[in-house]
Every structure is written in structure tokens, then in C-alpha cells.
């Protein structure tokens, strides 16, 4: 089955700057990438997704990168604010109604 | 938006008791609903897939006898945590697939945090 590896665990940065997260996963069927925030006791909040047919796409300070060749995918997050402090999350599917897998999860803290 | 209704939020229950949690999707039919556990400091680990009408597919390792899923209609499915014990306590959460096709997506209830004293 699929499986998302994720990186790093943790990523301390100062306000400001850029934080990266990557992932990679093994299915090369996979076509639908979403990342997750999620804070302590909440659900995973989707904020930005990506599908296979394309290889980046931007939403204000998110970004994310896809390279269906290497099976890895990448989120930037720019001009980082407290309020980014959170856990991220990766998972990969490959088509509807199919479960969504999981990467471990990367602990963000951006200090002011 | 699709919005799927996760109750309770949170239960203490005793050791040896049953506890159901329930999850509805109230704008749209959940055909799949998918059911994970999160442990503290971790990731969201799949425990099972359900469709509508059949039974539940389950991951390796997950006890199909202890947490028992239900999806009797497009727009209710259950998970009963059976005689719980103090490690079955966790963050439970489903996922119900949405959309089709190529626009497809998930959709997450807001979580159950069991304790099980």
C-alpha cells in the first residue's frame, strides 16, 4: 500500500521567514496530494491540495510543489506569523472514495 | 460546503463499557467514510474504510471485533468502541470522501477524544 514519509518531525523559524516541509510517497498512482493543518484537538484543516496533472500551485503565503517523477511534494510557507505554529500534515490518495494516507506530521513553531 | 457532523466530542467511559461515536454528513451522501485514531503527538492512522450497505474493510492490526463500524445509510456512520480499555483512549476522527471524478476531496468530522478510566 501507499506509503507518505514526511519532513522534518519539527522546524523551528523566526517570523519572517520561510518555512519547507517535504514528502515523499511510494504509490506512483497517487493523484490528489492535500496538506493539513491541525491544532491540538481539532481536525485537520485542509489548506492547499494539489493533483497530479499539475506541478505547483500558489495561495497567498502557501505554496506547494509536486515531482511526479521523484513521488515527492513539497509545501512552502513565506513570510511566516505566529499563527502558523501548528502541526502539518501530508497524505496522498489516488482517487475517490480511496482512503487517504497519512505523513508523520512536521511540529511548526514560528517565534516572534 | 460538505460537512460531516462528529458527536460526541468527547467521553470518559469506564473499563469494559461500550462507546459509540457517531458521524453524519449533513449537506451530501457518504458513500465511504474512513475512521482514524490519533494518538498524542502522532499521526492520523487509518483504522478502517466503510461503504454504505456492507461491511467494514479494516487495517492490519485493527480488531474488527473491538471497534465495530456501521454505515447503514448514505449519511450515518458508526464506530463502537467495544469493552474499552485505557489504551483503546485516543482522538478518534472520521472522513468521508466527497466529490468525484477528478475533483474529488475529504471532508473531516471534528474529532472524539475517548478516555477510558
Known amino acids: 500500500g501507499e506509503n507518505v514519509e514526511q519532513h522534518p518531525s519539527t522546524l523551528s523559524v523566526q517570523e519572517g521567514d520561510s518555512a519547507v516541509i517535504k514528502c515523499t510517497y511510494s504509490?506512483?498512482?497517487?493523484?490528489?496530494f492535500p496538506w493539513y493543518k491541525q491544532e491540538l484537538g481539532k481536525r485537520p484543516q485542509l489548506i492547499i491540495d494539489i493533483r497530479s496533472n499539475v506541478g505547483e500551485k500558489k495561495d497567498q503565503r502557501i505554496a506547494v510543489t509536486l515531482n511526479k517523477t521523484a513521488k515527492h511534494f513539497s509545501l512552502h510557507i513565506t513570510e511566516t506569523q505566529p499563527e502558523d505554529s501548528a502541526v502539518y500534515f501530508c497524505?496522498?490518495?489516488?482517487?475517490?472514495?480511496?482512503?487517504?494516507?497519512f505523513g508523520g506530521g512536521t511540529r511548526v513553531l514560528v517565534k516572534p | 460546503g460538505a460537512v460531516v457532523s462528529q458527536h460526541p466530542s468527547r467521553v470518559i467511559c469506564k473499563s469494559g463499557t461500550s462507546v459509540k461515536i457517531e458521524c453524519r454528513s449533513l449537506?451530501?451522501?457518504?458513500?465511504?467514510m474512513f475512521w482514524y485514531r490519533q494518538f498524542p503527538k502522532k499521526s492520523l492512522m487509518l483504522m478502517a474504510t466503510s461503504n454504505e450497505g456492507s461491511k467494514a474493510t479494516y487495517e492490519q492490526g485493527v480488531e474488527k471485533d473491538k471497534f465495530l463500524i456501521n454505515h447503514a445509510s448514505l449519511t450515518l456512520s458508526t464506530l463502537t468502541v467495544t469493552s474499552a480499555h485505557p489504551e483503546d483512549s485516543s482522538f478518534y476522527i472520521c472522513?468521508?470522501?466527497?466529490?468525484?471524478?477528478?475533483?474529488?476531496?475529504?471532508?473531516f468530522g471534528s474529532g472524539t477524544r475517548l478516555t477510558v478510566v
Open positions: 472522513s468521508a470522501s466527497t466529490g468525484r471524478g477528478s475533483s474529488y476531496g475529504y471532508t
Open positions: 504509490d506512483s498512482a497517487s493523484n490528489y
Open positions: 449537506d451530501f451522501q457518504a458513500t465511504t
Open positions: 497524505a496522498a490518495s489516488k482517487a475517490a472514495g480511496n482512503k487517504l494516507t
